[in-house]
Every structure is written in C-alpha cells, then in structure tokens.
C-alpha cells in the first residue's frame, strides 16, 4: 500500500479514506506492507500506531520546501508538478525492497502521483514486464485535474497559470494511469463518471465510496441547552477548498443571517489555520478554534452545520460525519455531489448564492422541528448505506484479481483467496 500521507490518524478527507481501507483490509486477512511520507514531522511518531495493524510501515520525511523547487523540474519532463512532489528516492528504493523480497499478491496506491513509484520500479514495474500474479489498484479519490481547473478559474495571475498548467499534466498523467493499473477506483459514481467521460475509459473504472465510523459519530447523549445560535464547520484548513468555503460564508452570508437572527455565532473547527482564516476572527460573531483534539462536541454544540463548498471534487466526509452525528447539515450542490442522500429530507442544498444560502440558513433555524427532523433521518440514512465495511467490499474483490466490471467481481463466487502479501 502506497499512500502520499500518513493515513494517521484519521483526521482529515484522505487520510480518514486510506486509515479505513489499511483497517479493513487487515481485517479481511492481508498482510499489507505500507509506504508512506510525512509531509508534517510530526507524523512520523504514528509508525508504532500503525505497525499494529502493518506487516512493515516505512514513512519517509517529507521536505516540503525542497520538494516545491524540485516540483518546477516535472514541468519539463512533461509530468504533473505532483507527481515530483511526493517523489522520494529512499521511499522508491523500500518499494523496490518489498517487490523483491516479498511474495506480494496485489498493490494499492493512494492518489495519482504515487503511480511513480510503480513506473519506476525495479520489480515488476509500470506499465511493462510486470507479474501477471499480482493485481495492480490505483485510488485516485478524486479526479485531481478537474480540481486544479477549478482553481485556475478562481485565482489571477500568475497562479491561475500555474494551476491551469498543472490540470493539463495532471490530465494527461491521469489518461497513462488508467493504462498502467488493472482498475481504477474513485470516491463516488459521480467522480467515476467524470473520469470515465474525461479519459473516455469505461471498463477499468469503479467507484468505492467512503463511509462513516458510526460508533465514533454518535448523536449526543442529550440535547444542549443555549441561548445563543451557531452554525459550524469543521476541515482542514490549510486546503483551499476549505479556505473559500469558510471564507465566503462569514464574509458574504453571515452578515444576512446576523441582521435577521441577532447575534449567530460561526464556529470553524480545523487545524492549519493560515492568516486569510485567521483574519475572520475579526469578523463579528466568527470564532476559529485551531486544532482541536476531538470535533465531535463542536458539532453536537451548534444548531445547524454548513460545507458552503464552492470548489469540490469526491464526498465531504464532514458532511456524513454531521449527519452520523444528527445535526442538520446546510450544504452547497457542489458538497452535495456524490451523496447518496435525499436533498429536504435528510440534508438541505441550496445553491452557493448569498441571499439565497443565508434565506435557507434563516428558514431552517427558526424551525427547531425540522431540523430535529432531517437529523433524524440522516442518522437513519447514514446507517443503512455508509458502513466501511459495506463500501469497501469491492476494493477487496478487486485487489484480490484484476476484474474488468463489477460483474465479474459478483460472478467469481468461486475466487479461491491467495496468500495475502
């Protein structure tokens, strides 16, 4: 298993995605040998975590400013700037380590660039002279050149460039990856068909959706007592989707909903916290909290939870996380994307429109019922449809051979299970 960041702990979008696939692959009987970077030094202390779950775990520091100039030289091979990023020799030389010297049955790598890794093997490698014995999975999560579009779209000069150039190599990276791997997996249907009509490839390409450690994101035991309202967002946020997001709801929308309702509180729970974040301190009614040990009190503590979400691709885990947790969530149809929810009656979509995002936020506060009742519902949703173990079904059917549609995953009901290495 191959992964651009320390799937520990599950704190943010993709590392709450690969933590819950090492889990439960582990629990289905493989061995799995786990190859990762830290880009925070602080992640390295998480190897003795994780080695109770791995047969190896190598992490490989990350430097991130060294890693952002050697980026620039990708441009000239014709490769995506973060696919050189997240490049480390010391990490190739392990996985041309564990190749060699381990009888491995199948190989997962987690989010596109770490593809390199397998083209430049020394065992087996990509796209030639590999085993037919062992299964080759790529997860994109996301279709990651669409999202540098979006940025393009809503930066100036020069990093409008920039971004645009990156989605053009990262485009044409995408297209070879498909190629190199036995199956492509990505984080909903909605993010499967946009691959699938941007690449024009169909057969290899499936969708395993996220789930929600439901134990974990319980409702609260009892209901808080509060004169004052809030509304909350929990994420990451030294990722630009995040920092729009949060931005432009205290900016633009909070401002409407404070001239009708009074005095709102908008709490935004994350840590990264850069200055543009920061800055919104100074706004009336916003607080910002940092990092904090545990989100869960922040969101059974506010009346309604909002992904004002204005560039996205793949699921908001914070969303399904709010809805575990029987809070009303407020999204955008961009957050809404790939949910396999009823919009009004498990979770209420209004369009990214200030007026129109505040008037909703507005109706759904002054009716304590219904948002007791979408709550209820999305818990009872959640439930049903997003359990790990029932959306990672299909990773481990196709880890377990190279199947070219989901039918002949169902029809091989006599797979005999191999040594799992």
């Known amino acids: 298993m191959v992964v651009h960041r320390v799937p520990y702990p599950p ?43 791995c047969a190896s775990v190598t992490i490989e520091p990350l430097h991130s400013k060294l890693q952002k100039i050697k980026s620039l030289t990708a441009i000239f091979r014709r490769l995506p700037m973060s696919a050189r990023y997240f490049y480390s020799e010391n990490l190739q030389q392990r996985v041309n380590d564990i190749l060699a010297k381990h009888p491995i049955s199948a190989v997962l790598c987690f989010c596109s660039p770490m593809a390199e890794y397998l083209r430049r093997a020394s065992v087996n490698p990509l796209p030639h002279g590999r085993s037919r014995h062992v299964s080759y999975i790529m997860d994109l999560v996301d279709v990651d050149s669409d999202k540098w579009e979006q940025y393009a779209k809503r930066h100036s000069a020069p990093m409008k460039w920039v971004y645009r150039l990156e989605s053009q190599l990262l485009h044409h990276y995408e297209r070879s990856v498909t190629e190199w791997f036995d199956a492509i997996v990505l984080v909903s249907e909605a993010e499967a068909d946009v691959f699938r009509n941007r690449t024009g490839c169909q057969q290899k390409i ?31 946020m030294n990722y630009l989707p995040n920092i729009d997001a949060v931005c432009w709801f205290a900016r633009e929308v909070l401002p409407l909903i404070r001239q009708k309702l009074g005095e709102i509180e908008f709490w935004i729970v994350g840590g990264a916290v850069g200055d543009d974040v920061r800055s919104l301190e100074n706004l009336p009614g916003v607080q910002v909290t940092g990092r904090v040990d545990d ?127």
Not at 221 to 233: L, P, W
Not at 361 to 377: F, G, S
Request: net charge negative; aromatic share 8%.
């Open 11 to 53: 704190d943010k979008g993709d590392k709450i995605r690969s933590y819950n696939q090492l889990k439960f692959l582990v629990g289905q009987g493989w061995k799995v040998h786990l190859c990762t970077l830290a880009d925070d030094p602080s992640d390295m202390q998480y190897a003795v975590e994780l080695l109770k779950l």
């Open 295 to 421: 989100v869960r009190p922040f969101v059974w503590n506010s009346d309604l939870a909002v992904a004002p979400i204005r560039i996205a691709r793949g699921i908001q885990n914070k969303v399904l996380e709010a809805m575990a947790m029987g809070v009303a969530a407020l999204v955008t149809p961009q957050a809404f994307e790939g949910l396999e929810a009823e919009a009004g009656r498990e979770i209420v979509v209004s369009p990214a429109e200030p007026e129109e995002f505040a008037a909703v936020a507005i109706e759904l506060l002054c009716d304590h019922q219904r948002r007791q009742d979408i709550a209820r519902n999305a818990r009872l949703m959640v439930e049903e449809q997003y359990s790990w173990d029932g959306r990672l079904q299909v990773l481990d059917d196709l880890l377990l051979g190279s199947f070219r549609n989901i039918s002949e995953v169902k029809a091989a009901a006599q797979f005999v299970r191999p040594a799992l290495n």
């Open 206 to 236: 499936h969708a395993v959706g996220n789930g929600v450690d439901l134990a974990y994101f319980h409702p609260a035991d009892k209901e808080t007592i509060r004169t004052n309202i809030r509304i909350s967002f929990c994420g990451a």
